[in-house]
């Protein structure tokens, strides 16, 4: 099992910042591939980013490349992701998942290979 919590959420102005963090406890950090998902009202679940179990690798969505920053800190078990420039679309929860059956060095931005998740941290963006 693994726990995951989410924080960092709230509300921002359109063009500001935000870093969003995720602890995890249970098993061990480093064995789980590490995701963003977000979830818009009345919208499905869709992927933000990824990180590889090492950090070596990360993948966004192509929309929202650049904008975006995922980043682990394995010692402490944490996952962040950093926004940039939001925008009110980016308006939604934000869920870390953690997923152990993905190889070492590849990422996932697909909802079922993730095997845990965070009970999200709501981002509200005004114009």
């Known amino acids: 099992q693994v726990q995951l919590i989410e924080s960092g959420g709230g509300l921002a102005t359109a063009g500001d910042s935000l870093r969003l963090s995720c602890a995890a406890s249970?098993?061990?950090?480093?064995?789980?591939?590490m995701g963003w998902f977000r979830q818009a009202p009345g919208k499905e679940r869709e992927f933000v980013a990824a990180?590889?179990?090492?950090?070596?690798?990360?993948s966004y969505t192509d929309v929202l490349k650049g904008r975006f920053t995922i980043s682990r800190d394995n010692s402490n078990n944490m996952v962040y992701l950093q926004i940039d420039s939001l925008k009110p679309e980016d308006t939604a929860v934000y869920y870390c998942?953690?997923?152990?059956?993905?190889?070492?060095?590849?990422?996932?931005?697909?909802?079922?290979?993730?095997?845990?998740w965070g009970q999200g941290t709501q981002v509200t963006v005004s114009s």
């Open positions: 998942a953690a997923g152990s059956s993905l190889s070492p060095r590849y990422t996932s931005g697909t909802l079922g290979d993730y095997d845990y």
């Open positions: 990180i590889s179990r090492s950090g070596e690798r990360t």
């Open positions: 249970g098993r061990t950090f480093s064995n789980y591939t």
